[in-house]
Nanobody, 124 residues
């Protein structure tokens, strides 16, 4: 069983930055692909990005490419989402997720474990 706890959400003005963290339990964190997703009210869950375990390769959704960056610290069992140049349309609940197969996926159904989410609100 893997538990994921997100933190770092909050209110920020457009153009600002936030850094989200996701702390994981379990001894196999270093072998998991870790993903970030978000869901705005009335919208479907959207893929934000993911980071693999083998070479820390990353994959990003089109809407955040070039503005967001994912990193991981396997010693801390933590994955980070650095969000820059934030826009009001980035407002959502952000979730981290773990894919225990180790492959980098953008589809939510590949992810086995999910955190509770952290709210990010970007004001205009």
């Amino acid at each position: 069983q893997v538990q994921l706890v997100e933190s770092g959400g909050g209110l920020v003005q457009a153009g600002g930055s936030l850094r989200l963290s996701c702390a994981a339990s379990g001894q196999y964190f270093s072998t998991y692909t870790m993903g970030w997703f978000r869901q705005a009210p009335g919208k479907v869950r959207e893929f934000v990005g993911a980071i693999g375990w083998r070479d820390a390769s990353t994959l990003y959704g089109d809407s955040v490419q070039g503005r967001f960056a994912i990193s991981r610290d396997n010693d801390l069992k933590t994955v980070f989402l650095e969000m820059n140049s934030l826009k009001p349309e980035d407002t959502a609940v952000y979730y981290c997720a773990a894919d225990t197969t180790g492959n980098v996926h953008f589809a939510a159904n590949y992810y086995d474990y999910w955190g509770q989410g952290t709210q990010v609100t970007v004001s205009s």
